[in-house]
């Protein structure tokens, strides 16, 4: 048993150095898998350090079906804004800005129970253990801010130029915001280790 | 140990009905809370049956900074969200769609993966264990549709009247979308019973 966790481990930090060289790692948050993989009991298989997302869809919520149109992990401006929006051929559009999100494996619940109290105090207060193995403890650690906006519906533009620069202004903030729980947690696991 | 179960499921069980008496239940819900009380393992200790909520605050996410303006359980019409607006004196309003949520709490492991996997089968996604203790599983039931837009930033409001109207009738769907979950949720654990 402790064999295949070893062998696990190491197929999912392979994947990890590998989706890095090919740039399909968000470099924000590559310093806490680290950290987290240093560690002995643990190793991450799956994170996205947040973005701004823009997409087609009636309403929120329906991952399998939206079409999406724009994605950053970092603050936009306008300009690149409006950019993905022109010429965009759907009636409804929405933005979104969604927190880092991480997927752990523990070695047992005990060393779940610890890294979730550490996620907590780091501002990931929506985290939670999503399955509980023999011989693993799966995770989920992201925060729960989050801005789910209407750009456009009907084919109608939903902001003025202006309050479409104040919107970017206030989805980057939100992004800065949780993106600042990653350093922290970061931290946290340092002073520990 | 048992005795202690069995008195904190009692104590939550009281104050259930307690709630649902002084009218601080959401009425919705309350099916679902007794098939899942009436399961020896399990006891729910609160509860959300979804919400459409209208909050003053600059950016979303700061919980205990908001200033709440309105909040309904069910679907609203345009007119009682201009009601609860008119001579609002916030600059900065937001508006959210919020899916039901349950704490619930298992005897063990074991059995709290057996009310995730049937909660995620009836739509509740993004649900997982909060903590593990000696005696009792902590858990969170929830999905993830969600919407949070700005009404007025800056003193400006974002949406004409034709265009708030349309906002309302996709927050009321999607309400509704996340309310459903709650009866397939009660359904499924019913036939298991």
Redesign the interface.
């Known amino acids: 048993m402790c064999g295949e966790w070893h062998i696990r481990k190491k197929h999912f930090l392979e994947r990890l150095e590998k989706d890095l060289k090919i740039g399909r790692l968000d470099k924000d948050i590559y310093g806490l898998l680290k950290t987290i993989n240093s560690i002995e009991y643990y190793y991450t298989t799956s994170s996205c350090s947040g973005r701004i997302q823009v997409y087609a869809s009636?309403?929120?919520?329906r991952k399998f079906e939206i079409k999406t149109i724009g994605k950053w992990h970092r603050p936009i401006s306008l300009d690149e804004l409006l950019e993905v929006l022109k010429d965009c051929p759907y009636e409804d559009i929405w933005l979104a800005v969604l927190p880092p999100i991480l997927h752990v494996v523990a070695r047992n619940?005990e060393k779940?129970?610890r890294l979730?109290h550490l996620a907590r105090e780091a501002g990931f207060k929506?985290?939670?253990?999503?399955?509980?193995k023999n011989e693993r403890v799966i995770?989920?650690l992201t925060?729960?801010?989050?801005?789910?906006?209407?750009l456009r519906?009907?084919g109608?533009w939903?902001?003025s130029d202006?309050?479409l620069l104040?919107?970017i202004r206030?989805a980057n903030?939100?992004l800065l915001?949780t993106k600042r729980k990653i350093r922290k947690f970061e931290e946290l696991l340092k002073s520990l280790c």
Chains 1, 2 share one sequence.
């Open positions: 009636k309403i929120p919520g619940v779940a129970n979730l929506h985290s939670g253990i999503l399955s509980v995770m989920e925060s729960s801010e989050r801005i789910e906006t209407p519906m009907r109608v939903i902001f202006e309050n104040e919107l206030r903030e939100l915001v």
